[in-house]
């Protein structure tokens, strides 16, 4: 299965990492250089809950982000859920 959120979208992106050398010229040195740029890729916190909807009288198994757990919370899960297009 893709590692996508089903409310939110949200879903694998890629980035960077940066491998810096050198003392600070604060520190008494010449400066930081970087020397080398590694792709990588960031993943969302993504959890697969049961959530329980009470205007369904049913729990609905669902794959999201911490993020869009906490959108559940706050909105409720049939409205979050209806406007995501999963009931």
Known sequence: MARVCSIRGSRVRSGGRINRSGLAK????????????VKRKVAPNLQTKRIWVPELGRFVRVKLSARALKTVTKNGAYTVLKEAGII
């Not at 604060?26 to 740029?37: D, E, L, P, Q, S």
């Open 26 to 37: 604060k520190k008494g040195g010449i400066g930081r250089h970087v020397t080398k740029v």
